[in-house]
Structures are given as structure tokens and as C-alpha cells.
């Protein structure tokens, strides 16, 4: 059980999960820009921008938007939003090595969303948060060692010399650490919308899967017209 959380949350009965959905690509560099497209993969959306993405007509439409970033940039999209790192606070306990887990995007989150626009925040505000995820090779690094129900896990980077049933404990780590981020932030939005000035709601959805060690294959970024499921079949949920 990895999500225990969000099951409780959608036996609330107002989360509702997705289950049968394809990534865009099996990478960050094509998946994110073609999440943020108008275009499907099929009409090239897979490929360079060529046209404004949601951000830009959201920013355009006067919203006050803002992307923070805990991975390896946003390929693009961001470029002309407001963007922040969420190692740029370094937060004890969370920040280390130049490295952050998940839940320090949500530390000062509020102060950094009132720095924005006002006349912009008054129509609405739209916050993109770019996780690490359960991105490996380094899948021990996504959860804290507080938080780590499934052992013993593979700490290694070379996945291929982990017993197999390690690297699912380490991947399952990270998505159990996922499934508690995604809880804090969706309590989150339930404090701000009960304060009673403002309708909440949460879209997540991952870039890519990844592959640990079926048919011999690890870690994303397998060719398209290749790539077996576990690297495109992703998941996605939403919360109003």
C-alpha cells in the first residue's frame, strides 16, 4: 500500500483518480513542454514548442501563476512566468547537498504566492509544482529516512546490482513519500478554501514511468515506439 493517504482522501469522495493514462513521452525534456501544449503528441506536441503554452495564456488571461521547480528545470515552459527554485530557501531537515525533498516546495509557499500580482492574484492563482518524484537512479534519495515503510531498500545507483525486490522497496519508498506530500498539499488547499475566500483544487499528473529492471531494462527514456508500459503508463488524479 503506497498511496494509503490518498485513498483516504478519495473515500472523502472528492478526489477522483485516472487510471488509464499516457505519458507524452518517456523523458522530462519532451514530456513536460507537451503536458503544458495545446497540441496531443500525435499533432506535435512531442516536439519543440512552436506556440504559447497554458502558462503563457493563463499569465495572458491575468492570473497570477507561478511555477517552483525541485527537478531539472521546466524545459521552457516557465520562461516567462514567475519561477522560483525550491532549494533556493534551503529548509532544514528537507535541503541538503544542493538537493531538496518534495515538501520543501510547500515551506513558505503562502508568503511567495502574496509576493505575487495582486490585481493578478485577485483573479485566481495557479501554482505548478515540479517534483522529484520517484525519479531515479538515486530512489533512496526521494524519502526521508523517517519515512521509509518498505525494507531494506536498494541504496545504490547502479540499479542492476540491487536484488530486485530492493529497488522496489526504494522506489515504493518514494512513492509512499509522494502519496505524503500530495496529502499536505491538499491539506493545504483545504485550510486556504475554508478561510472562505477562495475555491481550491489540485491536478496531479507524472511526466513519465519508469523501468526497474523488467526485461532488463531501468530508469525512462526508452524511444517512444519502444517503450514498454511501465515507463508510459502513468498516474493522474484530481482534487476539487
Request: aromatic fraction near 6%; charged fraction near 20%.
Amino acid at each position: 500500500a503506497t498511496t494509503p493517504a490518498m485513498a483516504r482522501w478519495q473515500a472523502q469522495g472528492n478526489l477522483v483518480n485516472f487510471s488509464e493514462v499516457q505519458s507524452c513521452g518517456t523523458n522530462t525534456q519532451v514530456s513536460v513542454p507537451c503536458l503544458f501544449s495545446p497540441l496531443t503528441r500525435a499533432q506535435g506536441g512531442n516536439k519543440t514548442a512552436e506556440h504559447e503554452n497554458l502558462l503563457d495564456v493563463l499569465q495572458r488571461a491575468g492570473l497570477a501563476v507561478l511555477w517552483i521547480d525541485n527537478q531539472a528545470g521546466c524545459k521552457g515552459v516557465c520562461d516567462r512566468v514567475p519561477h522560483v527554485r525550491a532549494g533556493d530557501r534551503d529548509v532544514p531537515g528537507l535541503c541538503k547537498d544542493g538537493e531538496c525533498l518534495d515538501e520543501a516546495m510547500l515551506d513558505g509557499l503562502d508568503q511567495r504566492i502574496a509576493a505575487l500580482d495582486p490585481a493578478r492574484r485577485s483573479r485566481g492563482v495557479v501554482v505548478v509544482m515540479h517534483q522529484m518524484g520517484s525519479h531515479g537512479p538515486a530512489y533512496a534519495r526521494r524519502s526521508p529516512d523517517n519515512r521509509k515503510p518498505f525494507l531494506p531498500e536498494c541504496r545504490s545507483v547502479t540499479l542492476s546490482d540491487c536484488p530486485p525486490a530492493q529497488l522496489v522497496n526504494a522506489y515504493d519508498n518514494a512513492m509512499a513519500y509522494t502519496d505524503h506530500f500530495l496529502d499536505r498539499t491538499l491539506q493545504w488547499l483545504q485550510t486556504r478554501a475554508a478561510r472562505g475566500s477562495e475555491d481550491t483544487g489540485l491536478i496531479y499528473v507524472s511526466d513519465h514511468g519508469e523501468s526497474l529492471g523488467e526485461n532488463g531494462l531501468y530508469l525512462h527514456g526508452v524511444p517512444y515506439a519502444l517503450a514498454p508500459t511501465q515507463q508510459t503508463h502513468v498516474p493522474m488524479l484530481s482534487w476539487f
